[in-house]
């Protein structure tokens, strides 16, 4: 079974940065299309940013988009969040998940076949 360990989250600083981590577990990470989903409080679930496998395109929610920056690193089996410029509103419980597919709806969690156990970040005034 594929498994998403997450890292790197915390508490930080309005206007501060943070960089998430997933460890993907197996030697096939790199035909893994790759999403970071997040969840605040009293909300459902939103996509965030994803990246492509077969052409390594990368797509953002219009929310994050100048701020946070998806990155792989296929030698580790690591997909990254960057995270700038950080506001209250981005406080969420933060999840990567793994796609066999390398054209989907990234936006849709339904397309995501493996999910990791999520990190908190907490954005403070």
């Known amino acids: 079974q594929v498994q998403l360990v997450e890292s790197g989250g915390g508490l930080v600083q309005t206007g501060g940065s943070l960089r998430l981590s997933c460890a993907v577990s197996?030697?096939?990470?790199?035909?893994?299309?790759m999403g970071w989903f997040r969840q605040a409080p009293g909300k459902e679930r939103e996509f965030v940013t994803a990246?492509?496998?077969?052409?390594?395109?990368?797509y953002y929610a219009d929310s994050v988009k100048g701020r946070f920056t998806i990155s792989r690193n296929n030698v580790k089996n690591t997909v990254y969040l960057q995270m700038n410029s950080l506001k209250p509103e981005d406080t969420a419980v933060y999840s990567c998940?793994?796609?066999?597919?390398?054209?989907?709806?990234?936006?849709?969690?339904?397309?995501?076949?493996?999910w990791g156990q999520g990190t908190q970040v907490t954005v403070s005034s």
């Open positions: 197996g030697r096939t990470f790199s035909r893994y299309s």
């Open positions: 990246i492509s496998w077969s052409t390594g395109n990368t």
């Open positions: 998940a793994a796609s066999k597919k390398g054209s989907y709806d990234y936006t849709g969690d339904y397309e995501y076949d493996y």
